[in-house]
């Protein structure tokens, strides 16, 4: 700005401001994008973990990458949040678009996925508690390996994705800075102490599963070797943890 002053002898035109803050701003979004490569690609790699072969880390990577570039477009550092934060919730927001792009699941997975959510809140509104494998195989009248295959298939399921199921957070930050008025605000609020109280609720197993993968960004084989258990069996602890969440939460999710 100096410079062009010395040079034409007076100040800079509104045009040439605008400009100049146009040239910074690029700069700025370019330089955060650069720093923060690594973090689409630990993301990739986490989402990836629990998603069929058919999902490729390269194609998540891309979609990821242009989240965060509308990160680095949108971010307002006077918002509070730490651009790490936000650019997190838009690069898996990019991603889980792109996850649900696609359709894995065969009509019959989808099938069981909702047999076996019913069964668990049936199962759970009959004892006051909750629901143990063995009952609810039982009540589903199949027994406990064939109720553990069927959580198998349910590994990354679209529909029965924790990411998809509670993306709220990215929601929530839209219905603030959008215009949908309080009552919008209001039932986010209510959705999240009820999210929370589902969370407390879960078996404790369940509950280290989920704090472990999404607070400590542990992989499934490092949560398996905390809990000495097999990847594949973390992988179905994740999937009942959902759909028992589901099933506490039918009421917000029908």
Partial sequence: MNEITQ??????????LTEAQKQQKKAEVTELVELHRGLVKRIANHLAARMPASVQIDDLVQSGMIGLLEAAGKYDASKGASFETFAGIRIRGAMLDEIRKGDWGPR????NSRK????IQRVESRLGRDARDFEVAAELNVKVGEFYTILSDLRGCRLFSFEELFDSEESRMQARSGDQGPQADTQEEKFKYALVDAIEKLPEREKLVLMLYYDEEMNLKEIGKVLGVSESRVSQIHSQAALRLRGKLHHWLS
Avoid: I
């Fill in 7 to 16: 040079e034409s002898g007076k100040k800079p035109s509104e045009q040439e």
């Fill in 108 to 111: 019959s997975v989808y099938r």
């Fill in 116 to 119: 076996v959510s019913e069964a």
